[in-house]
C-alpha cells in the first residue's frame, strides 16, 4: 500500500471547515456565541448528515453562525423534523435512527446531491468534515452562591 492511501484510509487527509454545535436545548436561541460572546450571524450552510443504516441525508439549513469562532449553530428539533419530512416518502423505516451531522458540502455540490446527480461517496469524497465539534451546557440566569459557581 503506497504512503498516500495509508494516509486517506486513516483520515489524515480529510477537508476540514467550521466547528460545530448541535443545540438540544429549546427554549436557548444562542443569539450570542457561546465561546465569545459576540453576536451570531444567520446563515445558510448544505450539511451532511449521515442516517444509519447507510443513508446521507443533504439539508441546507439555516444555523446561527459565528464568524470570529467559525462555528455553526443547529437546532437539534429543526434538524429532526427536516429529515423526517425528507425522508417520510422515499424511506419511512429509518426515521427515528441514530444520525450524525458529519459535516458541510459547498453550495454547487448540494444542488447537485439534492437532484441525485452525485453518488454517496461523491458526496463524502467532496465533503468538509467538521474541524471539532463542541457542547456547551446552559446554566439558568440567577443568582447562586460562591461555591457553585
Avoid at 59 to 70: A, I, R
Avoid at 83 to 98: V, W
Avoid at 129 to 135: A, G, L, T
Wanted: glycine fraction near 4%.
Amino acid at each position: 500500500m503506497s504512503r498516500n492511501s495509508s494516509k486517506k484510509s486513516k483520515g489524515e487527509n480529510l477537508k476540514k471547515r467550521h466547528r460545530f454545535f448541535l443545540n438540544p436545548y429549546s427554549d436557548c436561541a444562542f443569539t450570542k456565541c457561546p465561546k465569545c460572546e459576540t453576536k451570531t450571524k444567520i446563515r445558510k450552510f448544505p450539511l451532511v448528515i449521515h442516517i444509519e443504516p447507510k443513508q446521507l441525508f443533504l439539508l441546507n439549513k439555516q444555523c446561527k453562525y459565528c464568524p470570529s469562532c467559525d462555528l455553526i449553530i443547529a437546532r437539534k428539533q429543526e434538524i429532526e423534523s427536516f429529515m423526517a419530512f425528507g425522508i417520510r416518502q422515499s424511506n419511512p423505516e429509518i426515521i427515528g435512527n441514530n444520525y450524525l451531522v458529519m459535516g458541510t458540502v459547498d453550495r454547487k455540490d448540494w444542488k447537485e446531491g439534492s437532484q441525485d446527480s452525485l453518488s454517496p461517496s461523491e458526496i463524502i469524497e467532496r465533503m468538509y468534515v467538521f474541524k471539532d465539534v463542541w457542547n456547551f451546557k446552559v446554566i439558568p440566569a440567577g443568582w447562586y452562591p460562591a461555591e457553585e459557581k
